[in-house]
């Protein structure tokens, strides 16, 4: 089953405009990740934020993460066309193994 | 590129019939998990190998089996396809080490077609 929800599902804006997705979780993270996917192909890592860290960049990203209400979001700033994928949040739940439980998902369109 | 290949990249099955899917992981990597996503929804974790065992499984039936041999790479097995299997199954890899905290490095994908 899924681990949470992403909000929203879907979201079209015009290049240069920022683009926030957020995430929910149901249980305790030891490191929550972002990935981005084209057109239902491979997945590519974003940016892992660590679930004592509050918020991380990378370049045009951001990621916040709020442990007490479960959440967490990616600002990406000045979207490009070429920002225009799926984004998933995913976190990591179990020391055992390397297992990530992934959101349903934001798909992003940026129109230029 | 993150050098995880899969194969074959499409395929076309009828129920009832088993496939093989294969992947090779990144150069140095050991560890490689298994991920089904459906249409329209995140990745689901069928299950991880690490040093040649199963060492994680989701809830998957038994007809999804795995192997991963000496050289890391992986095959995903599925016995007894259905109509709920068309879908993109990925493969992961992650670098070799004890728990330690780094992303997932995913293939492009196989899709497979249930007919």
């Known amino acids: 089953s899924q681990q949470g929800e992403e909000d929203p599902q879907a979201l079209s804006i015009q290049e240069g405009e920022n683009a926030t997705m957020n995430c929910s979780y149901k249980?305790?993270?030891?490191?929550l990740q972002w990935y981005r996917q084209n057109s239902g192909r491979g997945l590519v890592h974003l940016i892992l934020i660590r679930s004592n860290e509050r918020e991380k960049h990378s370049g045009r990203l951001r990621v916040t993460l709020d442990t007490s209400k479960k959440s967490s979001s990616l600002l990406i700033t000045a979207s490009r066309a070429a920002d225009t994928a799926s984004y998933f949040c995913?976190?990591?739940?179990?020391?055992?193994?390397?297992?990530?439980?992934f959101g349903t998902g934001t798909r992003l369109q940026v129109f230029p | 590129e993150t050098g995880v290949t899969q194969s074959p990249t499409h395929l076309i099955k009828t129920r009832g019939q088993q496939v093989t899917l294969r992947c090779s992981s990144q150069?140095?990597?050991?560890?490689v998990s298994w991920y089904q996503q459906a249409l329209g929804q995140g990745p689901q974790f069928i299950f991880q190998?690490?040093?040649?065992?199963?060492?994680g499984r989701g809830n998957f039936p038994p007809r999804f089996s795995g192997l991963q041999f000496p050289n890391y790479s992986s095959e995903l097995n599925v016995n007894a396809l259905e109509l709920d299997d068309s879908a993109l199954y990925l493969c992961?890899?992650?670098?070799?080490?004890?728990?330690?905290?780094?992303?997932?490095?995913f293939g492009q994908g196989t899709r497979l077609t249930v007919v």
């Open positions: 995913a976190t990591d739940v179990d020391r055992n193994t390397d297992k990530l439980i």
């Open positions: 150069s140095g990597h050991n560890t």
């Open positions: 992961a890899s992650r670098p070799q080490g004890g728990r330690r905290i780094t992303e997932a490095f």
């Open positions: 190998y690490y040093r040649e065992e199963e060492n």
């Open positions: 249980t305790s993270i030891n490191n």
